[in-house]
């Protein structure tokens, strides 16, 4: 098995430094499209054997040191009661947006394994289909970020009503992010149980936040996730979007592991979260249709800065773009294996 995700996750510089692109699986990829073309996003985040093999995509076209779980931070929203939908142009729908105590009394715990069986399933697919290759990386929504898609029942641009509870409900506001955390512990437990071999938490919406704010409103909530999944010893990386002015609270978070953004540069980035922290970043995604040798030299500089760090684990600032050319994609992975050889 190609090791080094996971030795890097766990402190140790590696050569080549590994790499894996947040939304490896998606809509860039010709095969993807192929398999999108003949079922929506949901169903096959439903349907083990379309899972896996989405998820397989990149490990076998693009050559990534990890596979990442194909599937959504929604789904386990679903679960808990909500009704959701992905529509064209406007992106998930959560019905009904959960704004009183009313409509929070429609929520419910869940028991992962019975209500959410195919994201078990498909982790177990694909462990013995990557048997020998590369590591499974199983992921959660951060508490805030999945907060915000339930309260502002879909994405958003100013937040106003999440922002709106936290500071008007505080009781409703903790009611529901307690129960957010109370299924996002079982739910990622439940993950490692079949088989995921690290986790990522995505808190793409943490970084709207004050730095009090994101203190008291997200980060408590996501350290109580990682201070109860710790013991079962699998990695755990925190990627807070837009967290740059955060970078040092979320050091305290308990992950092993910290994604960066590309708005901040690493070398910036480490003062704030010391250089013995383990890094995973953080080329912006655009950069990705620079000709090659500019992004040569683009990737060269984030391995150069990624020295400074414990170990440094090579991925994107956010998701890769559907708009991006897949051969530019296995040219960056391409590159950043030989320069770090
Ligand atoms: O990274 C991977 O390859 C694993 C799969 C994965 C997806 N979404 C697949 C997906 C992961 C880890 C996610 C996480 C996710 N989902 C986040 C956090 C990371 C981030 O991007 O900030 C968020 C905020 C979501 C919510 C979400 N899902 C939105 C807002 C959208 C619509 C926007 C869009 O790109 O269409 C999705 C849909 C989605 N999730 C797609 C994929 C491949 C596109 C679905 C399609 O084929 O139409």
């Known amino acids: 098995m190609n090791e080094n995700f996971l030795r890097a996750c766990r402190g140790e510089k590696t050569q080549p430094v590994p790499v894996w692109f947040m939304r490896q699986a998606g809509r860039y990829l010709p095969e993807y499209q192929q398999i999108r ?6 169903t096959m985040c439903k349907t083990p054997e379309l899972a896996a093999e989405v998820t397989l995509q990149p490990v076998d076209l693009l050559g990534v040191d990890a596979a990442i779980l194909f599937s959504d931070i929604l789904v386990p929203l679903e679960a808990m009661g909500t009704g959701l939908s ?3 142009g406007r992106g998930p729908v959560i019905t009904p947006a959960v704004r009183s105590w009313d409509e929070f009394s429609i929520l419910h715990s869940v028991d992962p394994e019975k209500e959410i069986p195919f994201v078990f399933d498909t982790i177990r697919i694909l462990r013995k289909e ?17 907060a915000t898609y339930l309260i502002e029942g879909g994405s958003s641009k100013s937040f106003i009503n999440v922002k709106k509870m936290f500071f008007s409900q505080p009781d409703l506001f903790r009611a529901i992010m307690d129960l957010i955390t109370e299924v996002t512990i079982k739910y990622l437990s439940a993950q490692i149980e079949a088989g995921a071999q690290a986790i990522q938490l995505f808190d793409t919406w943490g970084g709207i936040l004050t730095r009090q704010d994101f203190r008291d409103g997200a980060l408590v909530y996501a350290r109580r996730i990682f201070n109860a999944i710790r013991d079962r010893g699998v990695p755990m990386i ?3 979007y837009n967290g740059g002015h955060l970078l040092d609270l979320i ?4 992950a092993d592991v910290f994604g960066l953004d590309w708005r901040t540069d690493i070398a910036t980035a480490l003062k704030d979260l010391g250089s013995d922290a383990v890094i995973q970043g953080n080329l912006d995604p655009c950069l990705l249709f620079l000709p090659e040798e500019r992004l040569r030299e683009r990737i060269a500089d984030i391995l150069a ?3 400074a760090a414990k170990a440094h684990i090579f991925n994107l600032g956010h998701g890769v773009l559907p708009e991006i050319p897949p051969e530019k994609v296995k040219l ?7 320069l770090s050889l």
Do not use: C, W
């Not at 073309?37 to 949901?42: E, I, P, Q, R």
């Not at 499974?136 to 508490?143: D, N």
């Not at 050091?251 to 308990?254: A, I, L, Q, Y």
């Open 37 to 42: 073309g003949k079922a929506d996003f949901l």
């Open 238 to 240: 925190y990627f807070v």
């Open 305 to 307: 800065q990624g020295l």
């Open 332 to 338: 960056a992975i391409n590159i950043i294996h030989e």
């Open 251 to 254: 050091r305290r978070s308990g």
């Open 86 to 88: 992905f529509q064209e």
């Open 130 to 146: 990557l048997s020998n290759r590369v590591p499974l990386i199983g992921f959660a929504g951060a508490p805030f970020t999945l």
